[in-house]
């Protein structure tokens, strides 16, 4: 079992950066792929952001290519993500979920949840 926290939402003007980061209790950490998701207000959740269990991989959805990048220190069972050049439309609640053993894609089920960040992003 993971518990997931995160942290570092705020509010920032278009073209700024942020930094989320979500913690994850547990000595497991490192069996655990992990991606980032979000919820708009009005629309459904959709995938950001993945890295598998091992590190070695990392996925984006187009709307975060080349401007978000997913990392992850098991040392500290905390995985990031950097959000650069941020658009108004990248307002959102930001989840992190996990997935034992999970390659990060969106393809996966991750079972399990944080309770999310709040994202906002002014023009």
């Known amino acids: 079992q993971v518990q997931l926290v995160e942290s570092g939402g705020g509010s920032v003007q278009a073209g700024g950066s942020l930094r989320l980061s979500c913690a994850a209790s547990?000595?497991?950490?490192?069996?655990?792929?992990l991606g980032w998701f979000r919820r708009a207000p009005g629309k459904e959740r959709e995938y950001v952001a993945g890295?598998?269990?091992?590190?070695?991989?990392?996925y984006y959805a187009d709307s975060a290519k080349g401007r978000f990048t997913i990392s992850r220190d098991n040392a500290k069972n905390t995985v990031y993500l950097q959000m650069n050049s941020l658009k108004p439309e990248d307002t959102a609640v930001y989840y992190c979920?996990?997935?034992?053993?999970?390659?990060?894609?969106?393809?996966?089920?991750?079972?399990?949840w944080g309770q999310g960040t709040q994202v906002t992003v002014s023009s």
């Open positions: 547990g000595r497991t950490f490192s069996m655990y792929g």
């Open positions: 979920a996990a997935d034992l053993y999970g390659g990060g894609s969106s393809r996966r089920v991750y079972g399990h």
């Open positions: 890295i598998s269990y091992t590190g070695g991989r990392t």
